[in-house]
């Protein structure tokens, strides 16, 4: 009888054992309705100029998207190498604007250079424009692009060009900033221009991703930019349908 006691009490114990592992391995799980979701992207707007599906040309020769941009503020301007005048004024202004941030916010902001001469400035010439103007590859973007593309993107930026019998290009000056989702939200225009405004929206952008269109426009200039001259249409769309595409 005492065997039958001995042998029901390590069954018994065992069992409890296998139960006390049980419990202890199920304590270390973590619920499926506890666990940490993996951060999802923000969803494009229907003003991003990421939404566009043109392929563009680096000047390393890697063809991109547009939406490859994505991910961090950028400023963005459609110039030519080959410009005597109003183009190196405002790559100036982009380099103005890119010492002016504060050391720890500089390497977080993308510049862009996209070129309306597609015949002249292929990817070799704007490597080559690149290393004389010193900018570095980490930060600054040259796109090289299609004509129907060039005009498509300048249409949404709300940049107007024509090429011209000596061949340069009449064109707008205009800086614009994209926040990290490709819509754009805030535009300078002209050259040499006060950039604190634009360095103020790119250090809130920075600071507050989420940054309402409403907090950014507070930081602009109290007097509204006409159409096709600074100001950001409601559909970037509309905005290419406006300029006669």
Request: with cysteine; hydrophobic share 40%.
């Amino acid at each position: 009888m005492k065997t039958n006691h001995l042998g029901s009490g390590v069954i018994l114990f065992g069992a409890l054992a296998l139960a006390g592992v049980g419990c202890r391995t199920a304590a270390k799980a973590v619920p499926a309705c506890c666990a940490k979701p993996f951060p999802v992207a923000p969803a494009l707007s229907d003003q991003s100029l990421y939404q566009t599906e043109s392929t563009w040309t680096t000047d390393t020769g890697k063809q991109v998207k547009l939406s490859e941009l994505k991910g961090r503020p950028q400023v963005v301007v459609m110039f030519f190498a080959s410009c005597q005048y109003a183009c190196p004024i405002l790559v100036h202004d982009l380099q103005q604007i890119e010492a002016a941030l504060k050391p720890e916010l500089r390497a977080r902001v993308g510049f862009t250079l996209v070129t309306i001469d597609p015949r002249r400035d292929t990817p070799e010439a704007l490597a080559h424009f690149r290393a004389t103007r010193g900018l570095p590859a980490n930060t600054w973007t040259l796109l090289h692009g299609v004509p129907d593309d060039i005009l498509e993107l300048a249409a949404l930026l709300g940049v107007k060009y024509k090429a011209e019998a000596t061949g340069q290009f009449a064109h707008s000056n205009i800086i614009t900033v994209l926040n990290a989702e490709g819509d754009m939200v805030h535009q300078l225009v002209g050259l040499g221009q006060d950039s604190n405004t634009t360095v103020r929206v790119l250090e809130k952008l920075l600071t507050n991703r989420n940054a309402t269109t409403k907090q950014i426009q507070s930081l602009r200039c109290a007097r509204p930019a006409k159409a096709g001259h600074g100001a950001v249409p409601r559909n970037l769309y509309e905005g290419a349908s406006a300029q006669g595409r």
